[in-house]
């Protein structure tokens, strides 16, 4: 069994250019670990930092376990992310120097049953640059859906 995607941060492609990805892991109590694997998780409004010589998660929503009891954890805590020391200090490097900011891309659940977190080196994009993106995509499709046209009448 592969990776299964729990959630996805559509939005964070749109509002940054992704330069480079990373894979982290996520520090998480039993309960929230059982609720991302029914799928009950949103990256939204999350981003993350570095403070102290840690990576943080700040505002992702996972929602309380409904098998839980009132040791429940908190929906929007901050949670630690697992990374390599040298790896926090060349985001923390790039962050401070470029003006990059530390996105959540992607949860998803390992096939040997480990949650992590798909992050990505991203900068703001411009109102123009969102448009050209849009415009971009849209004449894709037309080209693919002439290309498909094309491609029914000659049978």
Known sequence: MGEQTVALNRKARHEYAIEETLEAGIALTGTEIKSIREGKANLTEAYARIEHGEAWLIGAHIAPWAGGNRNNHE???NRKLLLHRMEI????????????????LRLYITGR??????????????????RRDIADRDAKRDMDREMAEIGRGRR
């Not at 480990?114 to 109102?127: C, F, N, Q, T, Y």
């Open 113 to 130: 049953g480990r949650a992590k977190l798909e992050l990505g080196l991203g900068r703001g994009k411009l109102l123009h640059d969102k």
């Open 75 to 77: 929906p929007r805590r």
């Open 89 to 104: 200090e060349r985001l923390a490097g790039r962050v401070g120097a470029k003006g990059l900011t530390i996105v959540p």
